[in-house]
C-alpha cells in the first residue's frame, strides 16, 4: 500500500517514527565526523564509546534501549550523555512537524525539509562540543542544495526570486535552481562580510568558516530572502543566549574569586566572565533560524514590518 493513501493520522505517525531511527543514526554522526579516521560508516557496527563494545540491536533500538537500561552502558557501566536520547527524541519531534506542516501528498517536499533538519541537529550539536561544523553537513548542503531545489522546485514556492526567474505564474525548476544558487552566494557572502568587518573593528575572527559554509547551504534551500531572515533570528538568539552565558560564568567565577580576594571580585569575574562569554558556537542557533524560516516562513513574513 502506498504510504499517502493512509489515514493522515498513520501518516504523520510513521513519519514520526521514521525521525526516531533516523535520530539514532545522527548521533552516530554526531560521535563520529569530528573524530579523525571515523565516519558514519567506519566502524560498521555501533560502539560503546566507553569500553568500544559491539552493542546489539536490543541495545539500539532508539530511546527505548537508554531507558530500559537506565541510561547506562550493559557492558561497562558507563553513564551515556542525555545528548543521545535527545537527538533521538528532537528529530522525531521535527520530522512530525515536517509532516505536519507540508501539504499532504507532497513526499518529495517533506523528504528534502527532514534532510534539512537532520542536517542541522547534526551541525548543532557538533558545534556545540567541539566548536566546529562538520564539512559533511555544510559542503554537503551546499552541493546537494542546487540539484534539490531542481528535482523539488516546491521547495522555493515562496522564494520571489524564484518566481522571478521562472517563466510560468508558477516556481519551475529553472527558477528553484538560480533562487537556490542565489541563496547560496547571499548567504555565504553576507557572512564573509560580516566576518571580514569584524575582523578589521576587533583584530581578530568576528565568525568561523562553518558558519559561513552553514548559512550558504542553508541559502541554497530557503532562498536569499529567508537566508537573511534567519540570520537576524540567529543572531537576536545568540545574543540572548551569549548574555545569559556571560552571567554564568560571572557568578562562578565570583563564587571562586571571592574567598581570595573579596574586594576585587566583581571585576575580576566580570573580566573572565567576559573572556569565556566569546567562546559561544554560532551554528546552534544560525540553525534555529534556518529551521523556523524553513518551516514557517509564511507565518515569518507576516512578522516582517513593511
Request: charged share 15%; proline share 6%.
Amino acid at each position: 500500500m502506498n504510504l499517502f493513501e493512509l489515514a493522515p493520522e498513520l501518516q504523520l505517525f510513521w513519519w514520526t517514527a521514521m525521525g526516531l531511527f533516523v535520530g539514532s543514526f545522527l548521533n552516530v554522526a554526531i560521535h563520529r565526523l569530528p573524530r579523525p579516521g571515523m565516519t558514519v560508516s567506519k566502524p560498521r557496527r555501533s560502539l560503546c564509546p566507553s569500553c568500544a563494545r559491539s552493542l546489539t540491536w536490543k541495545e539500539n533500538v532508539p530511546l527505548f534501549s537508554w531507558l530500559l537500561q537506565g541510561g547506562n552502558c550493559r557492558g561497562c557501566g558507563w553513564r551515556i550523555p542525555w545528548r543521545y536520547p535527545l537527538v533521538e527524541l528532537l528529530t522525531a519531534l521535527l520530522w512530525f512537524a515536517v509532516a505536519w506542516i507540508t501539504p499532504s501528498g507532497e513526499w518529495d517536499l517533506i523528504l528534502v525539509r527532514v534532510l534539512v533538519v537532520s542536517g542541522l541537529i547534526v551541525a548543532t550539536f557538533v558545534d556545540f562540543e567541539h566548536f566546529e561544523i562538520p564539512d559533511e553537513i555544510s559542503i554537503g548542503g551546499m552541493v546537494a542544495a542546487p540539484i534539490l531545489s531542481f528535482l523539488v522546485p516546491a521547495l522555493h514556492r515562496e522564494t520571489a526570486l524564484a518566481l522571478v526567474f521562472s517563466s510560468g505564474d508558477s516556481v519551475d525548476r529553472t527558477g528553484a535552481f538560480l533562487a537556490s544558487l542565489a541563496g547560496l552566494a547571499a548567504g555565504g557572502g553576507v557572512l564573509l562580510l560580516i566576518g571580514w568587518i569584524g575582523k578589521l573593528l576587533f583584530r581578530r575572527d568576528a565568525m568561523g568558516l562553518g558558519d559561513v559554509k552553514l548559512l550558504a547551504a542553508a541559502g541554497g534551500f530557503v532562498g536569499p530572502g529567508a537566508a537573511m531572515v534567519a540570520l537576524v533570528i540567529g543572531s537576536l538568539v545568540a545574543s540572548v543566549a551569549g548574555v545569559l552565558n556571560v552571567a554564568r560564568f560571572y557568578w562562578i567565577s565570583r563564587s571562586r574569586v571571592r574567598k581570595r580576594a573579596a574586594s576585587k571580585a566583581p571585576a575580576r569575574s566580570l573580566a573572565s566572565a567576559r573572556v569565556a562569554g566569546r567562546y559561544l558556537p554560532f551554528g546552534p542557533y544560525l540553525a534555529i533560524g534556518v529551521g523556523i524560516v524553513l518551516l514557517a516562513w509564511n507565518h515569518v513574513v507576516g512578522w516582517i514590518p513593511r
